[in-house]
């Protein structure tokens, strides 16, 4: 995506300026009739005054390179083209974590932390690095936090991956981090729900849960109708179907109090719920939980999260087991296992 | 060719060679050149690359490297005094001369292509025609992000509220008076949040993003990588080869090189080709031949033959045998 910095829109509570992205969804927000373009934002300072004068004169003919932003649809496409991508999308309520778990997947290949895939490459570096900025010291913020995403256009994360032990093929992966508002929208109105056709692309439909909601005794009813209610609208649009992958995360798992046993019980009954309902309508179902960033010590940091790549990167059946080690040690057995998915499953991963 | 064990094969001749050199401000690609330059003119080292004949324009080099030679700062360049540099070269032993092709690049223009995502037209050209590519690393840019802790906050609140039930206790000598005192320091309001701008980005995925640029002109044709880290003796405590140090400090780009290697091969080198600190240079100082100051650590061996990095690009295989 291109630089937009220049572009002031006159709506209240649009996140252009925050985030790049019109409230109105539209992909170029030069159409937009609430947007003005302003002046260029002052360039950064340089560290010495002589490059200063004569930066703006320099740069002013130079040809653009990749935005580094998220992907439009369009965009997105070019690389499912180009390349064997998997796409999946992230679906759920306002501030259920969706974007957090993006910047806590970069950050884990940032730290060199995920041993199954090495990290080849990004079209989206910049949306990364903003979606890990709010929770950096440098930020100013006292608590870390995640901006919100609001655009309601679908919008793509892309990296480039290499699995540990491959010589040269790479695995695509474009996450679509969607505002929550549009599966708000979808599950008040079927016509919303008809809209979301981009799904249909979707390797895997991930259906995230707001944890700290589900823990707390007057908001968890309305997670689980919520959640029940978009599935049931998606599918008689048709946006889900009998050859989906769903994956139902919970989020923020470290609000779970263990020694909270009604909000165990809860949490049951609502894996129970869905699952009876659900699992029968698409090709795979599971259930999975992850912190990606708790607040407390009785998780670790990004708990769960390593364990969605490899899913989410073949086309075997989602699977899910809590009691996995958060960083497996058994290379040569995962190996082993991936080798005989491919020849017996008969399903390459590319 | 085999010299101090290395096999190099040159690229065709009669062709200049052309090397980009990428580094953001301050990674120690000019006093990386002043020093080449005057390993060339003195021949101080045994089996490094000889210059094969003076270019015509060579002001720029000899400016550099007289400040390096005495221990002076070299000023930084800045984008209008961007300069190509084209340096004869031959190996030595050998009656074959190429010419290379190296700008003298200025770090504020990559910093400008990283946040404005704009090149200039010249950087397209160089970027998609190099058949080598020598990347420069400072290690004190390398730091990782610190990531807000909200255990240590959590902590930090709880003190707090300890001192602050204490301080419950005692009346302010002020309150007596009727006067409101202004609010302490700690009771201003909280500074704005920064908004994220690309100048934020970490310095690794800087540096992934430029390689991604440069490698985005160049297509699926294979390059050569050189990956420099400067100022090696900062390195030296942390007993780390080049190699590990850079998967320790820069894991995003030790990932990136190694995913990519079967289009761009690299090799890396800690180089410190000033020495010392300007100010402190110790016995350094003393040092009879001005190479002496030099540094060059490449795969367990040490040595001051600061054209290694060079040679290696500009070799057909890449492959060093030792």
């Avoid at chain 1, 609430?34 to 002052?42: D, L, M, N, Q, S």
């Avoid at chain 1, 793509?156 to 992966?173: D, I, M």
């Avoid at chain 2, 290379?100 to 995502?117: K, M, N, Q, W, Y």
């Avoid at chain 2, 500074?191 to 690309?198: N, S, W």
Wanted: with cysteine.
């Amino acid at each position: 995506m291109e630089d937009l910095s220049n572009l002031v829109c006159q709506q209240p509570g649009c996140p252009l300026s925050t985030s790049g992205t019109c409230l109105e969804g539209l992909d170029d927000p030069h159409t937009c009739p609430h947007v003005k373009e302003g002046p260029k934002t002052p360039q950064p300072p340089a560290d010495d005054e002589e490059a200063i004068e004569e930066s703006a004169a320099l740069t002013s003919d130079w040809k653009p390179v990749g935005g580094g932003y998220e992907l439009t649809v369009e965009e997105a496409s070019w690389v499912t083209a180009e390349h064997e991508a998997k796409v999946i999308v992230l679906a759920g309520e306002p501030d259920s974590g969706k974007t957090t778990l993006l910047a806590t997947i970069y950050e884990l290949f940032s730290k060199g932390d995920v041993p199954e895939y090495s990290f080849a490459g990004t079209q989206t570096i910049l949306a990364f690095e903003r979606a890990c900025f709010p929770s950096r010291t440098a930020s100013g913020n006292q608590k870390p936090v995640t901006d919100r995403t609001r655009h309601m256009r679908p919008r793509f994360y892309h990296l480039s991956l290499r699995e540990a032990g491959e010589k040269r093929n790479r695995k695509h992966l474009l996450v679509g981090d969607i505002s929550g508002e549009v599966f708000q929208r979808a599950s008040d109105n079927q016509a919303e729900a008809e809209k979301l056709s981009y799904l249909k692309r979707a390797d895997v439909f991930v259906l995230m849960l707001d944890g700290d909601k589900i823990q707390s005794r007057t908001e968890r009813q309305e997670v689980v109708q919520r959640a029940s209610l978009i599935f049931r609208a998606l599918l008689k649009a048709g946006m889900l179907t009998k050859d989906s992958r769903v994956q139902v995360l919970v989020s923020k798992f470290d609000c779970f109090d263990p020694d909270d046993a009604n909000s165990k019980e809860f949490l049951a009954y609502l894996k129970h719920e869905l699952e009876s309902r659900y699992a029968k309508e698409f090709k795979s179902y599971v259930v999975s939980e992850i912190a990606s960033r708790p607040a407390n010590e009785r998780v670790d940091f990004a708990y769960g999260v390593r364990e969605l790549l490899k899913p989410w990167l073949s086309d075997r059946e989602l699977t899910w087991d809590s009691s996995l080690p958060s960083r497996p040690d058994n290379l040569v057995l995962r190996e082993a296992d991936e080798y005989l998915w491919r020849h017996i499953g008969g399903l390459g991963n590319g | 060719m085999n010299t101090s064990g290395v096999t190099l094969e040159v690229w065709e001749m009669g062709k200049p060679v052309k090397v980009l050199v990428i580094g953001l401000p301050r990674a120690g690609k000019t006093t990386y050149l002043a020093a080449f330059w005057h390993l060339l003119l003195s021949e101080e080292v045994v089996d490094a690359l000889r210059m094969a004949e003076l270019q015509p324009s060579r002001e720029h080099l000899n400016n550099i490297t007289a400040l390096w030679r005495q221990w002076k700062k070299i000023a930084r360049t800045t984008l209008p005094k961007e300069r190509v540099v084209t340096i004869n070269l031959r190996i030595p032993g050998s009656a074959d001369d190429y010419e290379l092709a190296v700008p003298d690049a200025s770090g504020e223009a990559f910093r400008r292509i990283f946040e404005t995502r704009r090149c200039s037209a010249d950087f397209e050209v160089l970027a998609s025609e190099a058949e080598a590519v020598m990347l420069f690393i400072h290690p004190s840019q390398a730091i990782p992000p610190q990531t807000i802790d909200v255990k240590v906050d959590a902590l930090a609140d709880l003190i707090d509220s300890a001192f602050d039930d204490h301080d419950a206790t005692d009346v302010p000598e002020n309150e007596t008076l009727g006067v409101t005192e202004p609010p302490k320091q700690d009771e201003a309001a909280e500074p704005e949040p920064l908004k994220f701008t690309p100048k934020y980005a970490t310095y690794q995925s800087k540096l992934v993003d430029l390689l991604q640029i440069s490698r985005s002109f160049r297509g699926t044709k294979p390059q050569k990588l050189a990956v420099v880290i400067s100022a090696w003796d900062l390195c030296a405590v942390e007993g780390f080869t080049p190699e590990k140090w850079l998967q320790e400090r820069l894991p995003l780009l030790h990932q990136y090189l190694n995913t990519n290697d079967d289009v761009c091969s690299f090799e890396i080198y800690g180089i410190s080709a000033q020495g010392a600190e300007l100010k402190t240079p110790g016995a350094l100082v003393d040092a009879i031949r001005a190479s002496d100051r030099i540094k060059v650590v490449h795969k367990g061996q040490e040595s001051k033959d600061l054209t290694l990095p060079i040679r290696y690009v500009l070799s057909k295989s890449g492959a060093f045998n030792e």
